[in-house]
């Protein structure tokens, strides 16, 4: 019943086949998915079917609802795409 | 304001430009180009927003509310896709050497002559009016300013020396400058493009500075100015969603906008051929989206304060200047004037310089090629007569797009020029992206889409606009050509419901994409054709396709093809191309392609592809010889690249092969070794029990004591030989995670005890002295007891072996951060740092086999980590060498979080 301490013996790697060769230069790929995602996003925010939502009289921000949203999401969409592009690595 | 002094202010600012592209021109020579900067390259992106947005966006915003928007969004969208689309195209343009839209797409379809023809006029017919908008725009914006508000052009000075005249004299004068300095058009302007930077912020501090004029100056901030718009019902438009996206207009903008900032001739030489590191890209894709948001921002309160004070009275293109003017601030319309003087300046001068590109080495040239062989040949330097023609071309054009201003003045066909011309640049767009990404987009394909969406367009937009300006009779927009109605220019077919741009949009899209899959699909490209579409579509698997194969053979002279070059580049650059080769020698296929790739640089490459062609001595069969030899060049690049690709392959699953084997030969060694140790441990009580039976089997006149001891030794051989077996069977279980457990909640201190009380007698046998430090008022765990015991039994047992007689073993249990750490500290030698992870490994035996005996089975530590960690705890080692060892684990609270989140499965 045992399973014993000693103080020198084998090296206990063998853990380091995960990592296999990526294709070379396919460019930082999570990096480009999520601007793509983002891209996708913005398209539906950006579109007729929501637009219509934010058609009512009215004032968010002393602006007319339409208006507000386009700028809020254009806004959100260049920050976003600045933090993505931005990060280093 | 006097005119005189407007006029002065403008020259003086058009001179400040053409100071700062001469310094910016002197830097680059200086190897400090300002250029190289990724701001600057964002900047200069916003040539983009011509006058067109400068003045246009407030009278667009006027009629359709935030209908004006789509023009911008859609670029936001499209610079999104960078890392996807641009970086692509910037990568191709660097490594074929590519001059423009019409050469990229040439280059793309087997260096068609006939394609980059095409583009090129397409590119000219619908820009072309587009300059006239801006030159009417400035021309309109001068008299303004000096007091003419309404009058159109004008006419009342002499016929050439209107301000619009002028205005285009300089700028082909700036295009010339800088836009023509090199021969070779795939090198940068960084004069042009530092200037078109500075129009960029000039512009938009303008337009700023007078939005917050209107909204805070004239009215009591956006909120104020809203509330005031929206209590007249004749504004109401302007906030309606409905205005916007009626007929479809709003998507179809966007879409239109979107292909527009990626196939406009201007917009394709600052982003591709401009660019001078694709990293500049990551600046781009965000701070040009923020450009186009920041000129846009006061846009839609500028024209509702427009209608507010004039109503329909003005043409409310001309509010952003005739606000601060109606209001007294002079200086503040001069300083819009200068902001739309820039967007004109810039849209000018980039647009022209592209177009006289496209022209030169798109049109004149194959036609000279073709026409006047002879002629060219004579010539023994090319390159004056190649810069003479874009020079002429920058002042044909621009000529072009001041007499398309004054005949066309205010008609139809040049207020709505923008976004026709946007539709006109699109047809592009389905033969550039495909053929990016599908190697099977062919050249017939390319032509037949961009030749029939171009006439969809200019039927179905370009000639109404005509008939719409009164040059052609409203009957054929009405009624159709000779009263046919289902060729109706707005409703073909009879395709009624859409407003006129997404009609058109429809058609030609769906004529153009579908001319351009269906050919391509059902047509097969020669080998140099697909060659080429492989080095576009592939280009980042691609290596250096300057490593052309070499071979004996050759019809070209290497004396040949340095005349050719100097004819074209001049000397200096075919004397360093060909430095240190014999001029007699045969010029193979490696030559011939670098002579290829800087004769591209300079006429692009269809043009190159023919000159080279026209070069060869031997008449008509050297020539296809020559041919010949550069397609198979191209072809065997295309097959080594293909055999270099497999190679990889074999390498990368020889590799992962190699490692799985390495991995496979260590565990059968392991395995190899466990069965050795447990096979040893099952014959040692194995061979007691069976000499001590034989014994007493064959000697029946045992004595009774000497019997009894000996049974007693059989018993516990026995017993040690089924814990053995237990274990065994025990990791098995863990393994196969069919172990049984009754996890309950439990008090750890009485397992301890109990655990502390089993191994007593073996501590006493070892003379080691054991300690517990166990505190009165331990919390409940979560935890299955017969387990915990066998653990902390197992570490107990550990310790009690490997500390030597007369040391010490404390057990101890403390609380804290949701669970409770049960530790046992030995004054052992310790174990070295790199084995902490491997003793707990199963089979793992930290211990050299060929000097130290195993203590064990290698099981039970192994045993002890799958039990914690099924507990939902953490099990670990702190030691040093010759420090003793501390063995320890963790076990959940049972208030605290749930197992899962604890275990820590590595």
């Known amino acids: ?89 | 304001m006097a005119w005189t002094s407007v006029l002065f202010v403008s020259l003086a600012y058009l001179g400040a430009l053409f100071a700062i592209a001469h310094w910016a021109d002197r830097r680059a020579a200086a190897g400090r180009s300002v250029i190289a900067s990724p701001t600057v390259y964002a900047l200069s992106l916003g040539v983009y927003c011509t006058t067109w947005t400068f003045y246009g966006s407030v009278g667009r915003a006027a009629g359709l509310g935030v209908g004006f928007l789509p023009i911008y969004l859609g670029p936001t969208l499209l610079m999104l896709l960078a890392p996807l689309l641009l970086r692509k195209m910037l990568r191709i343009a660097k490594t074929q050497r590519i001059t423009s839209i019409a050469d990229f797409l040439a280059s793309r379809y087997g260096r068609s002559p006939l394609l980059g023809g095409l583009v090129a006029l397409t590119a000219v017919v619908g820009v072309t009016p587009y300059i006239a908008l801006q030159l009417k725009a400035v021309a309109v914006s001068f008299d303004a300013l000096t007091g003419n508000m309404g009058s159109v052009t004008g006419t009342d000075r002499l016929l050439f020396l209107d301000n619009g005249f002028l205005i285009a004299a300089i700028m082909a004068l700036f295009a010339i400058l800088f836009g023509t300095r090199q021969i070779d058009a795939a090198e940068h302007h960084p004069g042009m493009v530092a200037a078109v930077a500075f129009e960029s912020l000039v512009k938009l501090v303008a337009f700023l500075a007078v939005g917050g004029f209107v909204v805070w100056g004239l009215h009591d901030g956006p909120g104020a100015l809203f509330d005031a718009a929206r209590a007249r019902p004749d504004l109401h438009r302007l906030f309606a969603v409905d205005t916007a996206v009626e007929g479809g207009a709003w998507t179809t903008s966007l879409i239109l906008a979107a292909a527009a900032v990626l196939c406009l001739p201007r917009q394709f030489q600052v982003t591709v051929i401009e660019n001078t590191d694709e990293r500049h890209l990551n600046r781009a894709l965000w701070l040009f989206p923020l450009y186009l948001l920041l000129i846009n921002l006061f846009v839609l309160p500028v024209a509702a304060a427009g209608l507010l004070r004039f109503g329909a009275s003005l043409d409310p293109d001309l509010f952003v200047l005739a606000l601060p003017l109606a209001s007294g601030a002079d200086g503040l319309a001069l300083l819009v004037f200068l902001g739309g003087l820039s967007a004109a300046a810039g849209m000018i001068v980039v647009e022209s310089v592209a177009l006289s590109t496209m022209v030169c080495n798109d049109l004149v040239i194959p036609l000279l090629l073709r026409l006047r062989p002879a002629a060219l040949e004579r010539a023994a330097d090319l390159s004056p007569l190649l810069l003479a023609i874009r020079r002429g071309a920058i002042a044909v054009i621009l000529l072009l797009g001041y007499l398309y201003f004054r005949l066309a003045g205010s008609a139809y066909a040049l207020v709505s020029i923008g976004l026709i011309s946007f539709a006109a640049v699109a047809q592009f767009a389905p033969a550039l992206i495909g053929g990016l990404y599908w190697t099977g987009a062919t050249r017939r394909g390319a032509l037949a889409g961009v030749a029939g969406g171009t006439l969809v367009w200019a039927y179905t937009l370009l000639l109404p606009s005509f008939a719409r300006s009164g040059w052609l009779p409203v009957s054929f927009i009405e009624a159709g050509p000779w009263g046919v109605a289902a060729l109706r220019p707005y409703a073909l077919f009879g395709l009624e419901g859409f407003d006129p741009l997404t009609h058109a949009l429809f058609w030609s899209a769906l004529v153009n994409f579908g001319l351009w899959l269906g050919l391509s699909l059902f047509d097969h490209a020669d080998a140099a054709e697909r060659a080429q579409a492989a080095a576009f579509v592939e280009v980042f698997e691609r290596t250096d396709a300057a490593d052309a194969p070499t071979d004996g053979r050759g019809v070209v002279r290497v004396g040949d093809l340095s005349r050719l070059l100097a004819r074209y580049l001049g000397p200096q650059r075919a004397a360093r191309a060909f430095a240190g080769d014999d001029p007699d020698a045969l010029a193979g296929p490696k030559r011939l392609r670098l002579a290829e790739r800087l004769l591209a640089g300079a006429i692009g490459g269809a043009s190159a592809r023919v000159a080279l062609a026209s070069a060869t001595p031997g008449g008509a069969v050297g020539t296809a010889e020559l041919l010949r030899m550069l397609d198979e060049t191209s072809h065997a690049l295309a097959h080594s690249r293909a055999l270099e690709i497999k190679t990889a392959e074999l390498e990368r699953a020889t590799d992962a092969l190699r490692a799985a084997n390495e991995r496979l030969t260590t565990l059968d060694r392991l395995k190899d070794e466990f069965l050795s140790t447990v096979t040893h441990e099952l014959r040692t009580p194995l061979t007691s029990i069976r000499a001590l039976s034989e014994i007493l089997h064959d000697d029946p006149g045992i004595e009774e004591d000497q019997r009894r001891a000996f049974l007693a030794i059989i018993i516990a051989e026995s017993e040690r030989l089924t814990r053995l077996i237990n274990e065994v069977l025990d990791m098995a279980k863990i393994e196969a995670g069919a172990m049984d457990w009754a996890i309950e909640s439990l008090d750890p201190a009485r397992a301890l005890e109990q655990a502390a009380a089993a191994t007593a007698g073996l501590f006493q046998e070892r003379g080691v002295r054991l300690d517990s430090a166990l505190p009165a008022d331990l919390p409940p765990v979560r935890a299955d007891h017969d387990r915990l015991v066998q653990v902390v039994v197992n570490l107990l047992s550990n310790a009690a072996k490997f500390t030597p007689p007369g040391g010490r073993v404390t057990l101890a249990a403390e609380p804290g951060n949701g669970a409770v750490r049960i530790s046992v500290t030995d004054t052992g030698p310790g174990i070295a740092p790199e084995h902490h992870d491997a003793v707990f490994d199963r089979f793992r035996q930290v211990g050299d086999p060929m000097t130290d005996k195993p203590a064990g089975t290698g099981l039970g530590l192994a045993i002890c980590k799958g039990i914690v960690e099924h507990l939902g705890g953490r099990i670990g080692v702190d030691s040093r060498p010759g420090a003793g060892a501390c063995f320890w684990f963790t076990l959940p609270l049972l208030h605290g979080p749930s197992p899962g989140d604890l275990s820590s499965h590595r």
């Open chain 1, 1 to 89: 019943m045992t399973g014993g301490p000693a103080p020198q013996g084998h090296k206990a790697d063998g853990r380091e086949d995960g990592r296999d060769a990526v294709g070379r230069d396919a460019g930082p790929t999570p990096r480009r998915d999520r601007l793509i995602g983002l891209f996708l996003l913005a398209l539906l925010l950006f579109n007729p079917p929501l637009l219509r939502l934010f058609g009512g009289d009215g004032a968010m921000f002393g602006l007319p609802p339409l208006c507000a949203h386009i700028l809020f999401v254009w806004a959100a969409v260049i920050a976003a795409a600045a933090l993505l592009a931005e990060r280093r690595g």
